[in-house]
């Protein structure tokens, strides 16, 4: 599985920005799409996640600010970022899991820079 993630840039504090991660498969096989990110110094972190059947799962610091969905017949997960403050800037990158497979795939990153 190949992800090509886009959409990040620069947005002021309380902007919006919805990035996309396209898989070269369909996802209807792919088990788990998520999002991680990493801020300057720090580690990557979880930013949230979605399985095949609907299910999502967000870090507590995104919960009722961003949403996560995917989209079948365009093989693509979307993670839409409302309400974004100087703390969400980070590289942000897709990753998706086929328990078949037992590993991770991870696409390249994208920046998101909250100005504020």
């Known amino acids: 599985v190949q992800l090509q993630a886009s959409g990040g840039g620069l947005v002021q504090a309380g902007g919006s920005l919805r990035l996309s991660c396209a898989a070269s498969?369909?996802?209807?096989?792919?088990?788990?799409m998520g999002w991680y990110r990493q801020g300057p110094g720090k580690q990557r972190e979880l930013v949230a996640v979605?399985?095949?059947?609907?299910?999502?799962t967000f870090d507590d610091s995104v919960k009722g600010r961003f949403t996560i969905s995917r989209d079948s017949a365009k093989n693509t997960a979307y993670l839409q970022m409302n309400s974004l403050k100087p703390e969400d800037t980070a590289v942000y990158y897709c990753?998706?899991?086929?328990?078949?497979?037992?590993?991770?795939?991870w696409g390249q990153g994208t920046l998101v820079t909250v100005s504020s």
């Open positions: 498969t369909s996802i209807r096989r792919i088990d788990v």
């Open positions: 990753t998706a899991v086929v328990y078949s497979e037992s590993k991770a795939h």
């Open positions: 979605i399985t095949s059947d609907g299910s999502t």
